[in-house]
C-alpha cells in the first residue's frame, strides 16, 4: 500500500519557472491538501479539497493552482517561482476535513529551491 | 483564525530523562492530534484526543487532552534516542487542521 506518493523529492527553480508538483494517494480519501513547511513558521495550508471537481484556498495561496480532476491525484502548480516559495512542500489526505478522528496521512515531501 | 502554540521550541536532554511538551491556545478545538516527524520524512501521527480531560497512552508517551479542549500535553517517560524527532500537534475545527510550530526533540545517547 503506497499511501501518499509526492514527486519529484527535490526541485531547483530559477525565478521566473514554472512547475507542477505531483501527488497521489491510493487510499480513496476524499479530502487532499497542500501544505507548505518552513523554519519556524510550521506548517502552513496552501489549498485543499474536500473531493473531485471541488478545491478552495487555505491559508497562504497566493502564487499557487491546485486542480481535483480525480479522487486520487491533486497537483500543485507554481506558475511563475519566486525566491519566496522555497520550502518543503507536503500533500496529505484523508477520509474526511481532519477533524475529529480522521488523521492526515502525508507524504514524505518535495524539496523545492528558488534561486 | 485559531492558533496553536507549542513549548518549548526545542529541547535537547539526556537519555532516560522524562519531559513534557506542551500545546496551548485560546480557542476551542473538536479533537487534538499530535504527530512526529523525521528528517525528510512527512509527519505521522500519533495519537488523537477528543474528549476533553482525556489521557491516551502509547508505551511510554502520555497526552492529555485539557478540560476544556484548549490544550494538551505531551509526555515522554525514560525518553531514548530514537523518540528525537518534531512533535507537532494539531487542533481540529470547522476549518480543518490547525497546526502548531512544533517542537524539536534531541535525545542524547
Known amino acids: 500500500n503506497a499511501g501518499v506518493t509526492q514527486t519529484p523529492k527535490f526541485q531547483v527553480l530559477k525565478t521566473g519557472q514554472s512547475m507542477t508538483l505531483q501527488c497521489a494517494q491510493d487510499m480513496n480519501h476524499e479530502y487532499m491538501s497542500w501544505y507548505r513547511q518552513d523554519p519556524g513558521m510550521g506548517l502552513r495550508l496552501i489549498h485543499y479539497s474536500v473531493g473531485a471537481g471541488i478545491t478552495d484556498q487555505g491559508e497562504v495561496p497566493n502564487g499557487y493552482n491546485v486542480s481535483r480532476s480525480t479522487t486520487e491525484d491533486f497537483p500543485l502548480r507554481l506558475l511563475s517561482a519566486a525566491p519566496s516559495q522555497t520550502s518543503v512542500y507536503f500533500c496529505a489526505s484523508s477520509y474526511v476535513r481532519g477533524f475529529g478522528n480522521s488523521p492526515l496521512h502525508f507524504g514524505n515531501g518535495t524539496r523545492l529551491t528558488v534561486t | ?109
Not at chain 2, 496551548?24 to 499530535?34: A, G, I, K, P, R
Not at chain 2, 528525537?84 to 480543518?96: F, K, Q, R
Open chain 2, 1 to 109: 483564525t485559531q492558533l496553536l502554540e507549542q513549548s518549548p521550541q526545542f529541547l535537547s536532554i539526556q537519555e532516560g530523562e522524562n519531559l513534557t511538551v506542551y500545546c496551548n491556545s485560546s480557542s476551542v478545538f473538536s479533537s487534538l492530534q499530535w504527530y512526529r516527524q523525521e528528517p525528510g520524512e512527512g509527519p505521522v501521527l500519533l495519537v488523537t484526543v477528543v474528549t476533553g480531560g482525556e489521557v491516551k497512552k502509547l508505551k511510554r508517551l502520555t497526552f492529555q487532552f485539557g478540560d476544556a479542549r484548549k490544550d494538551s500535553s505531551l509526555h515522554i517517560t525514560a525518553a531514548q534516542p530514537g523518540d528525537t524527532g518534531l512533535y507537532l500537534c494539531a487542533g481540529g475545527g470547522a476549518d480543518g487542521l490547525t497546526f502548531g510550530k512544533g517542537t524539536h526533540l534531541i535525545i542524547q545517547p
